[in-house]
């Protein structure tokens, strides 16, 4: 099984010596290419949540041979090397016990810990969610190491990690920390991933949400469910997250695009605070806002595949950020990409 060993690449420093003892990160790679691709999943959520996206990038889902992974080759024309990680608490990566060893901070070492274990100089930073806080945290800190980042669902952290309060979101917090079993996970997941519209529709005799469901449950129940320790220590990472100025400043003036992406109809991480993220990033940051819910890259996911291609040959044709942004300077209106 490929992992990478955090402690024992040139990324982690004597100071993080205490965080990353005996911590593992499992990761797969599909495709391959010069052009290289890191995707970061979100809070509780496993590599394979990409799925969509690494079937569309790199056109198939099949696993590199783990002989392998570390190809590092340049030859040849076009292609894209993706790599997808289960973050530390989750999956079969490592379960750190104490909530001190998971930030996004952290978590941003071990994605470039993974970049070094790879031999990847640099890559396309994707994130989803937690994920998006731990991309832009890589991005602030490694500049250097970024090609373009694509923030999907993201929020500033802290009580920007707060649903939108009303009757529903209170019933599905409710049933997310009563949630024991597989089944029970499932249920819940369903509403805080997609829009209600989405899951009414029907696909043939049968209702979406019906079909996903069983998904949901069997893939629920292969991986386990995650651990009290993972969970709380991830929820920590999201609480604690806060992009300052200064690290939007280095973002800003670091030269990759950057593409911020959202589901209007999100009720976990509310599209309000996404539209300020991307204005703080002006000019490099365009606004891509999809009729969809927390897991827009599911419930659409070929605009959220155009929207990362457009990205990479944004970023490859070295497009002028004033070219590439659709936000106004001004914050008091918004231009956004809009998918009926």
């Known amino acids: 099984m490929p992992y990478c060993d955090v402690g024992t690449l040139p990324s982690s420093t004597v100071a993080d010596a205490h965080l990353n003892n005996d911590v593992k990160i499992f990761y797969r790679t599909y495709g391959g290419g010069p052009t ?12 394979e949540a990409w ?7 790199t056109g198939t889902t099949v696993l590199n041979d783990d002989d392998d992974v570390v190809w590092n080759g340049e030859e040849g024309n076009g292609g894209i090397h993706v790599c997808a990680f289960d973050n530390r608490g989750v999956g079969r990566s490592s379960v750190p016990v104490e909530k001190s060893e998971y930030s996004t901070k ?11 274990h790879l031999g990847w100089k640099r890559a396309h930073i994707f994130g989803h969610s937690m994920g998006a806080m731990i991309a832009n945290k890589v991005a602030a800190m490694f500049p250097d190491r970024v090609l373009s980042l694509a ?11 707060f649903p939108k309060l009303d ?12 949630a024991k079993t597989p089944e029970q996970r499932a249920a819940v997941d369903l509403d805080t991933h997609y829009s209600q519209e989405y899951l009414e529709e ?24 995650q651990t009290n320790y993972g969970f709380d220590g991830q929820l920590n990472a999201c609480w604690t997250h806060k992009m300052t100025d200064d690290e939007i400043e280095v973002i800003k003036s670091a030269g990759f695009l950057v593409s911020i ?6 009720i976990i991480a509310q599209i309000y605070y ?10 490099v940051a365009r606004m891509v806002d999809l009729h969809g819910g927390h897991l827009v890259s599911h419930e659409r996911p070929e605009e959220v595949n155009q929207a990362l291609f457009d990205l990479i040959k944004a970023s490859e044709a070295n497009m002028n950020p004033q070219d590439w942004t659709n936000l106004p300077k001004k914050q008091s209106s918004w231009w956004v990409v809009s998918v009926m």
């Open 36 to 47: 290289k691709v890191l995707l970061i999943i979100g809070l509780a959520a496993t590599h």
């Open 51 to 57: 799925g969509p996206q690494i079937k569309a990038l």
């Open 106 to 116: 952290i978590m941003a070492k071990d994605a470039i810990a993974l970049l070094d």
């Open 151 to 161: 923030l999907l669902n993201v929020t500033g952290g802290g009580f920007q990690c």
């Open 167 to 178: 009757r529903q979101t209170f019933s599905v917090a409710y049933r997310f920390l009563k």
């Open 202 to 225: 029907y696909v043939g005799t049968d209702k979406r949400r019906a079909i996903l469901y069983q998904q949901y449950v069997k893939g629920i129940s292969a991986t386990g469910m």
């Open 261 to 266: 992406i959202h589901g209007r109809h999100d």
């Open 274 to 283: 996404a539209k300020r993220l991307a204005q703080r990033l002006y000019p």
